[in-house]
């Protein structure tokens, strides 16, 4: 039935004639990425030698690439920020066109988007891998407090290194750990820094004059239950304040006080709480790109409306997106997106030729690395479709484990920059056939 679905969609797919060249670049092609993030270049470098030169083109502003999984690692003093980039323009298929600018709308209709110039590119076929948006106005004074006053955050390469910077810095108080009620990438990495930072107060001997608290605006440490049991033991026995429902609202960075408001349905909800800090670090709220939430490609909360199995969109079969940006009901993470591209692949290039080959199904595959202090780590790998856990490994990745770390802090990284952005990594699931034959966890 998908098969059919997808050719059904494909017969009613209005052909396009390439236009002409400009001085600088075509102005159509066959297939438009949006993103040159892990998602849209795992796709984009595959798509592009499959295709042929320039028939794929890469919008993407940025001229620097993040490996932004290694952030947490930075953050906590155990990675060069160094490690983390290198340039686009080192990182794009050299198949591919590489347009340096930002994407400002999509018109679905007419197969066109506008980039920032207010140029128009054509394309036959669409792949969305914008991302999401990092919301540090969202939250009241953040904008004005952080990178200074003892605020950091991991997930922006501007203040990522303030955060071992300052908390090398404490000595006492309260160091404060965030997580917001919006969706955001890599769910996991809030309540990783507080661990890290624990480690580094145990190191400097001042741990027994320094309170660590996680202020999670979720009702759970972690969405799925067998992870949860794991890190809430872990926060237990390393005396880690974990504060369910509150959700940060505002920083005074002079008076250095940070404001939650409780949510839930308990007595304290619609209550603020005020607490000073003398470290914070903020997870900030995030959200889908305007040019992605006026299009009629989004759906009510403001993602690209997709099909949870093929990645194709709902309305416009001609539309495929992957990773953060899309509408997927499970975890933002880069070990998401890699599973993803290569259905997405599949079915896009399935239906770019013709053929009636069932589709593929992505069955919402995450993983979210754990790291709970040097050479520890649980490694949380699962379904967000079903909850179930999918575990690479034969042993309890629940369990703090020094190969599990390894796996993370220095197989992945390199992993990454040598197979998944050359689309040739598609997540661990043929080594887990072999590493858990029984897949009992």
Not at 88 to 101: K, Y
Not at 136 to 152: D, P, Q, T, Y
Not at 327 to 347: D, G, H, R
């Amino acid at each position: 039935m998908l098969a059919a679905k997808i050719a059904t969609r494909t017969a009613h797919h209005r052909s396009w004639v390439r236009l002409a060249s400009t001085a600088t670049a075509p102005s159509s092609y066959k297939v438009v990425v949006i993103g040159g993030g892990a998602g849209g270049l795992a796709v984009s470098s595959t798509l592009s030698k499959q295709l042929g030169k320039n028939e794929v083109a890469v919008i993407e502003p940025s001229e620097t690439h993040y490996q932004q999984p290694l952030f947490t690692f930075v953050g906590g003093g155990l990675k060069r920020f160094e490690e983390t980039y290198r340039p686009t323009s080192d990182v794009i298929a050299p198949e591919a066109q590489w347009i340096n600018q930002a994407a400002a709308q999509i018109d679905p209709d007419s197969n066109t988007v506008t980039l920032a110039d207010g140029t128009k590119v054509a394309y036959e076929y669409l792949v969305v891998a914008a991302g999401i948006e990092l919301d540090f106005a969202g939250i009241k004074g953040l904008e004005s407090a952080i990178g200074k006053n003892g605020v950091a955050s991991n997930y922006s390469p501007r203040y990522v290194q303030k955060t071992f910077e300052f908390l090398q810095g404490v000595k006492e108080g309260n160091a404060l750990f965030t997580m917001p009620a919006t969706p955001v990438k890599c769910a996991g990495a809030p309540q990783k820094i507080a661990y890290l930072a624990d480690e580094l107060f145990r190191e400097k001997g001042v741990r027994d004059k320094v309170a660590v608290g996680y202020y999670t605006a979720l009702g759970k440490i972690f969405a799925i239950e067998k992870y949860a049991n794991a890190m809430n033991e872990v926060a237990r026995s390393r005396d880690i304040g974990v504060n369910l429902f509150h959700d940060l609202v505002e920083v005074d960075g002079a008076t250095k006080k940070a404001t939650f408001k409780v949510l839930g349905a308990g007595p304290q909800a619609g209550e603020t709480v005020t607490v000073p800090y003398e470290f914070l670090h903020v997870t900030p709220p995030m959200k889908p790109f305007d040019f992605i939430k006026s299009s009629a490609i989004s759906n009510a909360a403001g993602f690209v409306d997709i099909d949870k199995g093929t990645l194709q969109h709902t309305k416009y079969p001609n539309i495929y997106s992957i990773g953060d940006c899309s509408s997927l009901p499970t975890s933002k993470t880069a070990a998401a997106a890699a599973a993803q591209s290569s259905v997405l692949k599949y079915n896009l290039l399935n239906q770019i030729r013709g053929t009636n080959a069932p589709a593929a199904e992505y069955n919402g595959y995450t993983s979210c690395p754990l790291v709970t202090g040097k050479n520890k780590l649980v490694l949380a790998e699962f379904s967000g479709y079903t909850g179930a856990p999918h575990e690479t490994f034969f042993f309890d990745q629940a369990k703090e484990h020094a190969f599990s770390y390894w796996v993370t802090a220095d197989a992945l990284p390199a992993v990454y920059w040598s197979s998944m952005l050359k689309g040739t990594w598609h997540g661990p699931a043929t080594i887990r056939k072999f590493a858990n034959p029984t897949a009992k966890n």
